[in-house]
């Protein structure tokens, strides 16, 4: 069973470009949640997708945008870069919606915005 | 809102003692589930224990263990027999039934040979 991979790695941008990050989900898991981790600072929920379809966002702008694909693989967007994006990405992916259904995290992406 | 506090931002603990990490959390729901996470310097965020708010038995894990007062919102975490593959930073979680995880801030936990 493959976990939940994560592509880039690390990645470095200039402010004002745009960003794409990939997420491979667990295999059988239909839900996909994206995680901002500032430095020094817990993960904080951007949104997440069920069945292709957006369900639930946190309290970031327009310019964080998201997809799921068929295959429940999944990426993050980001337009118009701002110095304060800097952070450790997270995606987690999990069985369904359900809170008693467990999280599986990838590695993450670390984005560097100069 | 829902909010998770973590008050140790460091601690410290000697190999094969026990050490306590704290977490509270504030909501005005009555079915929930709470978390502990472990995140090494790898990054990989893993899942130590859960809790979930309706059973009153406290969950347990090995060496770990959570004392989960739900009247007090507290959910504090007992690593038993520390082990030196136990540093990492501990993240306390909160999730509603059908919502997103809120993280506290994180305890970093450093064990001394």
């Known amino acids: 069973e493959t976990g939940v991979t994560q592509s880039p790695t690390h990645l470095i941008k200039t402010r004002g470009q745009q960003v794409t990050l990939r997420c491979s989900s667990q295999?059988?898991?239909?839900?996909v949640s994206w995680y901002q981790q500032a430095l020094g600072q817990g993960p904080q929920f951007i949104f997440q997708?069920?069945?292709?379809?957006?369900?639930g966002r946190g309290n970031f702008p327009p310019r964080f945008s998201g997809l799921q694909f068929p295959n429940y693989s999944s990426e993050l967007n980001v337009n118009a870069l701002e110095l304060d994006d800097s952070a450790l990405y997270l995606c987690a992916s999990s069985l369904g919606l359900a809170g008693g259904y467990e999280q599986y995290f990838g590695p993450g992406t670390r984005l560097t915005v100069t | 809102a829902q909010t998770v506090t973590q008050s140790q931002p460091e601690m410290s603990v000697q190999e094969a003692e026990t050490v306590t990490l704290s977490c509270t959390y504030d909501?005005?729901?009555?079915?929930?589930?709470l978390f502990w996470y472990k995140q090494p310097p790898s990054r990989q965020m893993i899942l130590v224990i859960r809790?979930?708010?309706?059973?009153?038995q406290n969950a347990t894990e090995n060496r770990f263990s959570v004392n989960f007062q739900k009247a007090a919102k507290s959910f504090s975490l007992k690593i038993s027999d520390s082990q030196l593959g136990d540093a990492a930073m501990y993240f306390c979680?909160?999730?509603?039934?059908?919502?997103?995880?809120?993280f506290g801030k994180g305890t970093r936990l450093h064990i001394l040979p």
């Open positions: 909501t005005s729901e009555s079915d929930y589930y």
């Open positions: 997708y069920y069945r292709e379809e957006e369900n």
């Open positions: 295999s059988g898991h239909n839900t």
């Open positions: 979680a909160y999730r509603s039934v059908n919502d997103k995880i809120i």
């Open positions: 809790q979930e708010a309706y059973k009153q």
